[in-house]
């Protein structure tokens, strides 16, 4: 059965023994986690060029691709903090927007919105007095207990509740105050008015969403500007990014960053919805519909 990713479009093979009524995908070309529902599903395999990862499933997946670790978790798929997967660690957590155990960007969610508890073996959520309330399965509740991928709907957000869990949490972390001492420190000593790429190393960015695949642009200066707008660096021809969307920073071999610069429809570094986070060999950034792997080579020496 095949599937078009929502986040890159790329069409996702999910194969022919899939008979749950829904799933949860995470797509390997964005790693932007959806929902894929049955009537979503089409019969013919022929535009299929992708296999998708199957995290869960109302059907036990195969040993490679199901999550080893049965245990509660939430998923953020839809929202401005798309991206967060987060086990349940803990008997109880709240979920908000201020001094919560999960929190959410979203304005639409009060400071403690509602919490999950477990009790006598199972999970349930209760609101807390939130604003403009919680909905579990469409269904405005006070109190209600957790199944297995249940979509739970606060604000604009939507988060799946699975009972598997995945390897790692996904929760990005801002880096913006290292990244500003690290700018500080470039500058210190001889001041130079355009910073140097470092020597022996090289950076590049490779498109891999269907609008011009594989093409591969070499990073040749210190900060370059993604967007677009004439005054982007690498211009982007993708109605849903920002004249000036995001910002790659190279300030040592081993230091590059990514920054959003204020997009509307903001920046995610491997599915997550980030602001400014430190970049390593492979990362995908996804701006609007636009899918980019980061890749370094060492230059032989």
Known sequence: MVIKCPGCASHLNLGTELFAKKVVV??????????????DLTKSEEDATVDATLLVSDKPAKKETQWKNQAPSLSVIRGPDQGIHLRIKKDEMVVGREDADL?????????WHC????????YYLEDLGSKNGTEVNKKKVQRAELSHLDEIELGQTLIIYSEYAGKEDVVP???GQELDQLRDSTKAGVQQLAPKMPVGREFYLEILSEKDR??????DRATLILGRGEEAHLRL???EVSRKHAAIEILSRDNSFITDLASQNGTYLNGAHIRSMRLKHGDKIRLGQTILQFVIKDSPK
């Open 26 to 39: 995470r797509c390997p070309e964005c790693l932007q986690i959806f929902v894929a529902r049955f009537e």
């Open 103 to 111: 929190v959410l960007t979203d304005p639409a969610i009060s400071k």
């Open 115 to 122: 919490r999950i508890f477990k009790d006598k073996q199972r």
């Open 173 to 175: 972390e801002d880096v």
């Open 214 to 219: 594989a093409r591969s642009y070499k990073i």
């Open 237 to 239: 021809d993708d109605q």
